[in-house]
């Protein structure tokens, strides 16, 4: 199985050089490179969908087995769909993908078209799931009800965004928000769910806006621990012989800005410091899993460093859309 696919790479890699190169023979030493950087991106790309198909899995169990049965609401983009669900006749998996529809939008000139494509698919698996697979009703009891319907929807939503994608289209509009009017996302993210919360009160009744809130609570607090909060950066420390290669990647792949520390190894293979250059940079949580395939892509040992960021001032992170 391992040869057959490393066959099918060679022939996409010699293919690739066919189109962009003139020479007419192909050697080995040409192949090599992009047959590595091909085994790198799908690695990462089945890493990412296996993230994705589990966030939909645990977000639809969070749905039906919890919410839907018993009329309850979230917040978000999840909670006007169950809002809707409630007042018309439109089923749940058609009211997910349209009110998502206009955030994906908003996300492909955020973020990028390859993000926007990644949620509409991950959003419709998600409508699919709701429609045709049958959860168990777990509980009829309404605080165990809003407190794990929040925690499975949570969970969906955070491994979603650690493929790379949303399923809850309302952090793609705090994220745009937040850059044009500078305020914090989670403050953009308060006030819209206060407004879906007034509606669920006026709708439905004041105690299901209130369990709305609980399940929105356990839904955010999942999400922070599964991805530690969309709105936080992450400080990157890249340590690695090829420095010159992966500061020309971050500030043309990513386009983002890149400090360079001039250092110096302690231990070198005779024992010998040595000086070596250090890349710091600083990303969003989005952007994370693009550097860390990058980075693989020119050196799978390079030694990285990540730290959380709370918030930044200055610089040019805040101003470039994500690509």
Known sequence: ???????????????????????????????????????????????????????????????????????????????????????????????????????IILGAKTFSIRFAIKSIVAITFLALVVHFVEYPTITDDKLLIAVFGGFFLGLGIGMAMRGGSVIDGTEVLAIYLSRKLSITIGDVLLLTNLIIFSFGAYVLSIEVALYAILTYLAAAKTVDFVVDGVEEYVGVTIISNHHEAIRVMIIDKLRRACTIYAGKGGYGTQGNSYDKDIIYTVVTRLELAKLHTEIDKIDKDAFIIMGLVKDLRGGMIKRKPLK
Request: glycine fraction near 8%; charge should be positive.
């Open 1 to 103: 199985m391992r040869s057959y696919l490393s066959k099918v790479l060679v022939t996409i890699a010699r293919k690739r050089l066919e189109a962009t190169k003139t020479a007419a023979k192909i050697s080995n030493r040409d192949l090599v490179p992009l047959v590595k950087t091909l085994q790198v991106e799908i690695s990462h790309a089945l890493k990412e969908a296996l993230f994705i198909i589990i966030g939909v899995i645990s977000a639809g169990f969070g749905l039906k087995g919890f919410l839907l049965p018993n009329r309850f609401i979230d917040g978000g983009a999840t909670g006007i769909s169950l809002l809707l669900e409630n007042i018309t006749d439109l089923e749940l998996g058609v009211l997910l993908v349209l009110v998502n529809i206009p955030f």
